[in-house]
């Protein structure tokens, strides 16, 4: 079984650690711009790479409990070829 990128879900991790899209932007140095593009991508767009999700789980998790990176994007099974 294979899986893809679905919708991205940054923005609902982001509301659940109490933050918003600019806390994220201006605390870890990305730009709002960036961000949003992160929000709103997804299904092959905008993907976050494996070192700024890591970046992010930390940050919104905390660095004894960071958010597993996998909660970022709905993901898609795919039928084997």
């Not at 919708?7 to 711009?33: F, N, V």
């Not at 960071?66 to 039928?79: A, G």
Request: glycine share 10%.
């Amino acid at each position: 079984m294979k899986y893809r990128v679905g919708r991205c879900q940054l923005l609902t991790r982001i509301h659940e650690a109490g933050k918003i899209q600019q806390d994220l932007a201006d605390d870890l140095g990305y730009s709002r711009s960036q961000v949003s593009k992160w929000v709103n991508g997804g299904y092959g767009k905008h993907i976050m790479s494996p070192e700024t999700q890591a970046t992010i789980a930390f940050y919104l998790g905390g660095i004894e409990t960071p958010l597993n990176p996998v909660t970022f994007y709905d993901w898609i099974i795919v039928e084997n070829d």
